[in-house]
């Protein structure tokens, strides 16, 4: 089994489960549909340290919420996923009356696939302010909320969570709500997926360009993410031509043909190596996306916006004026 470029929980756990051909100790996996069957939702618990050593992601919760219907304009299915995604998060968070929430946008805002948690945290509803200067003027189903958008070390030359950890010793928020573009080993997955985590986030690993954790034991406090993948890997779209080449070549009866023999002998490190190394010298790690990432980008924000605000606001959840979706 080569080496896995994906941030989805849920993907490691398919790759590792199917290298070693057996369920994975200390992992268990629920799933569920909703909504007729259009919306299935995944847990993966990982509730061991070996089961954290296999899959190499901290043990905790990791619940993908998955729909068609996200990538396009159903508005139908993008409500459904916001309560659902303000339901988990509701079961994650156990936040009390007063708590206080900090909202952070991480990605780079000029790089479309990259500004998912900026247009998210421009759709929040943040309230600190209220609380500080009018709280007679709050109802009692709002909480106190902030939000930032920190950028990235390339544009400010400070590492994201050194900016966090500051604002948090300034604002101490009883909890974090990170949200970032993801990479996904699966075409698929792109912009269908939103992974929910209590376990943190580290920006940037799935593409290879990993920076300091954000989590409770690098910042303080504890920190819940929220992901989507926008990206897959250029060398894995090859590799997976490969192997829809090689399942065709079995229909067709081509066994016997030296391409087959060399493709299916092939290691799959060596034939993901190999690919990489056709790239490399062109556009060094190249990464694709949708051609209307724009939109997408755009829905997918207003989605997690919305189910983030109902999760955080028990107002928003019985008042629908708050609501960016129609």
């Given at each position: 089994?080569?080496?896995?470029?994906?941030?989805?929980?849920?993907?490691?756990?398919?790759?590792?489960?199917?290298?070693?051909?057996?369920?994975?100790?200390?992992?268990?996996?629920?799933?569920r549909k909703d909504f007729d069957e259009k919306i299935k939702i995944t847990k993966v618990l990982i509730q061991s340290v070996k089961?954290?050593?296999?899959?190499?992601?901290?043990?905790?919760?990791?619940?993908?919420?998955?729909?068609?219907?996200?990538?396009?304009?159903?508005?139908?299915?993008?409500?459904?996923?916001?309560?659902?995604?303000?339901?988990?998060?509701?079961?994650?968070?156990?936040?009390?009356?007063?708590?206080?929430?900090?909202?952070?946008?991480?990605?780079?805002?000029?790089?479309?696939?990259?500004?998912?948690?900026?247009?998210?945290?421009?759709?929040?509803?943040?309230?600190?302010?209220?609380?500080?200067?009018?709280?007679?003027?709050?109802?009692?189903?709002?909480?106190?909320?902030?939000?930032?958008?920190?950028?990235?070390?390339?544009?400010?030359?400070?590492?994201?969570?050194?900016i966090i950890k500051g604002i948090v010793e300034k604002v101490k928020p009883d909890i974090i709500i990170a949200i970032d573009a993801?990479?996904?080993?699966?075409?698929?997955?792109?912009?269908?997926?939103?992974?929910?985590?209590?376990?943190?986030?580290?920006?940037?690993?799935?593409?290879?360009?990993?920076?300091?954790?954000?989590?409770?034991?690098?910042?303080?406090?504890?920190?819940?993410?929220?992901?989507?993948?926008?990206?897959?890997?250029?060398?894995?779209?090859?590799?997976?031509?490969?192997?829809?080449?090689?399942?065709?070549?079995?229909?067709?009866?081509?066994?016997?043909?030296?391409?087959?023999?060399?493709?299916?002998?092939?290691?799959?490190?060596?034939?993901?190596?190999?690919?990489?190394?056709?790239?490399?010298?062109?556009?060094?790690?190249?990464?694709?996306?949708?051609?209307?990432?724009?939109?997408?980008?755009?829905?997918?924000?207003?989605?997690?916006?919305?189910?983030?605000?109902?999760?955080?606001?028990?107002?928003?959840?019985?008042?629908?004026?708050?609501?960016?979706?129609?």
């Open positions: 089994m080569f080496k896995i470029r994906t941030d989805l929980a849920l993907e490691t756990r398919e790759m590792v489960q199917k290298g070693i051909g057996r369920e994975i100790e200390g992992v268990i996996v629920e799933e089961g954290e050593a296999v899959l190499q992601k901290p043990m905790g919760s990791y619940i993908t919420i998955e729909s068609e219907g996200l990538r396009e304009e159903d508005f139908e299915i993008h409500e459904q996923t916001s309560k659902l995604l303000a339901n988990e998060l509701e079961n994650l968070m156990h936040l009390s009356e007063k708590s206080s929430i900090l909202v952070v946008g991480l990605g780079n805002w000029n790089i479309t696939p990259d500004s998912l948690g900026p247009k998210v945290v421009s759709k929040v509803l943040v309230t600190r302010h209220l609380f500080e200067y009018v709280p007679d003027k709050v109802s009692r189903g709002i909480r106190s909320v902030c939000a930032i958008s920190p950028g990235v070390l390339g544009t400010t030359g400070i590492e994201t969570s050194e993801l990479a996904s080993r699966r075409l698929e997955r792109i912009s269908t997926a939103i992974q929910i985590a209590d376990t943190g986030i580290n920006p940037g690993s799935g593409i290879g360009n990993e920076r300091k954790a954000i989590n409770k034991e690098t910042i303080g406090v504890p920190v819940v993410a929220i992901g989507v993948p926008m990206v897959v890997d250029a060398a894995i779209i090859a590799n997976d031509a490969i192997d829809l080449l090689i399942e065709n070549m079995k229909k067709e009866a081509d066994k016997n043909s030296p391409l087959y023999s060399m493709l299916e002998n092939l290691p799959d490190q060596d034939r993901y190596n190999l690919i990489k190394e056709v790239i490399a010298p062109y556009y060094g790690n190249l990464f694709v996306t949708p051609k209307d990432i724009d939109r997408i980008i755009d829905n997918i924000s207003t989605v997690i916006a919305d189910g983030i605000n109902m999760a955080i606001h028990p107002e928003v959840k019985e008042n629908d004026q708050y609501r960016y979706v129609n």
